[in-house]
């Protein structure tokens, strides 16, 4: 009878480390027709900020002509974005939010 044989193969675990997904900031442009206090409610509303903060951020939007209100994987900022162009538009405010890949 013939005899069989066998091969054990041993496998070495190897460590993969995926990488983390790309980040997107997501900014608010300045304009001249969306009242500040409109701006500081967006950042308080949808990027869960205190006053203080919010209020900082808006006035970076109004010198600089934009701010970053948060980084975030894409699918998030894309939401963001989307929520607040949404809900400017239902206010009337000419608002833009947008987002960009962060290095």
């Known amino acids: 009878m ?6 054990a193969v ?8 995926a990488a983390p997904p790309p ?3 997501v900014l ?6 969306t ?12 990027f ?3 006053r203080e ?4 951020i808006m006035l970076k939007v109004h010198n600089e002509g934009a701010g970053v209100a948060g980084i975030y994987p894409r699918d998030i900022a894309e939401t963001k974005v ?3 162009m949404e809900f400017a538009r239902e206010h009337q405010h000419p608002l833009q939010c947008v987002m960009e890949e962060s290095r």
């Open 53 to 56: 903060k919010a209020i900082a």
């Open 2 to 7: 013939p005899t069989r044989r066998e091969c």
């Open 28 to 33: 608010l442009l300045n304009d001249d027709y």
């Open 48 to 50: 869960a900020m205190n």
């Open 82 to 84: 989307n929520r607040v």
């Open 23 to 25: 980040m997107y900031k």
């Open 10 to 17: 041993l496998l070495e675990p190897r460590k993969t480390a």
């Open 35 to 46: 009242p500040m206090e409109f701006v500081v409610a967006i950042l308080e509303r949808f």
